[in-house]
């Protein structure tokens, strides 16, 4: 298969709600360089469809997932602004494949990101940062699928939900803790170094892989940093809140 009709077969899987077969389980393997490109040719064909680039997330930054799927480094997709939702928000089961959430933190940048940094420069670009839930929604059935089918896949994408917004002075981002609730019951916890040790790192890795494309991200542009706990998939009526020291709280209702 062309990198195009891989990238229109996932597109048409995620317009049609219809998951896929992995690509590399119908020996369509491909290179994770050019999964990156098939990426780009999803994302373009979103943004001629009038979509406007929103950012970037990373993804796969806990060593226990990326142990998951046999990796030994993180993931980035790209977001657009039709993904984006202020919290409190909907999340309409039918509009998904077999969404699950996982609670973040956003970094909103006050300068252009187009050149690597380390993390006290991603520090002082950034303008505010904010608690999210990333909805994940991967194209492929049975979320089974290897890296590269991931990759190719946008890093399965789907939506976030963005909580306020709020200055970095004083923040120590790798000590925020986080309690993750189904409703009401916490069914998970953890602190903002679970991300790459610091969600600033995982900013800082990105920027030397979209300096290596070419593709930096103007001020302005939001970045997802990784989740802190797993992911925590959505059934009909569950509200799902994330409670973050600092950052306030993120809330998610399934319909
Ligand atoms: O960490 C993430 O944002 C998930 C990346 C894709 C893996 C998945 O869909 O489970
Ligand atoms: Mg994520």
């Not at 610091?198 to 991200?217: D, E, F, K, N, Y």
């Amino acid at each position: 298969m062309t990198n195009e009709e891989i990238a229109a077969e996932l597109g048409q899987a995620a317009r049609n709600l219809e998951p896929i077969r992995a690509f590399s389980a119908r020996d369509e393997a491909f290179s994770i360089e050019t999964a990156y490109d098939i990426q780009w040719l999803l994302v373009s064909a979103r943004l001629g469809d009038g979509e406007q680039l929103a950012g970037v997330k990373i993804g796969l930054t806990s060593l226990a997932k990326q142990r998951q799927l046999g990796l030994d480094a993180p993931v980035y997709g790209w977001l657009t602004d039709r993904m984006l939702k202020r919290s409190p928000a909907s999340i309409r089961l039918v509009e998904h494949i077999h969404p699950r959430v996982e609670p973040e933190i956003g970094f909103v940048l006050g300068t252009a990101l187009d050149k690597p940094v380390t993390v006290d420069e991603v520090l002082a670009l950034t303008s505010e940062v904010f608690c999210a839930f990333e909805v994940v929604d991967s194209r492929y059935q049975d979320f089974k699928f290897g890296m590269a089918d991931v990759v190719a896949d946008n890093t399965s994408a789907a939506a976030v939900v963005m909580g306020q917004q709020v200055s970095t002075a004083g923040l120590d981002l790798a000590a925020i803790c986080c309690s993750l609730k189904v409703n009401g019951m916490e069914v998970a916890s953890a602190t903002g170094d679970a991300v790459l040790g610091h969600p600033a790192a995982a900013v800082g890795w990105v920027s030397g892989r979209l300096a290596l494309v070419g593709r930096p991200l103007p001020a302005g542009s939001i970045v997802l940093s990784g989740g802190l706990t797993d992911f925590v998939p959505l059934t009909a009526g569950d509200v799902v809140e994330a409670i973050f020291s600092d950052l306030g709280s993120v809330v998610a209702r399934a319909l």
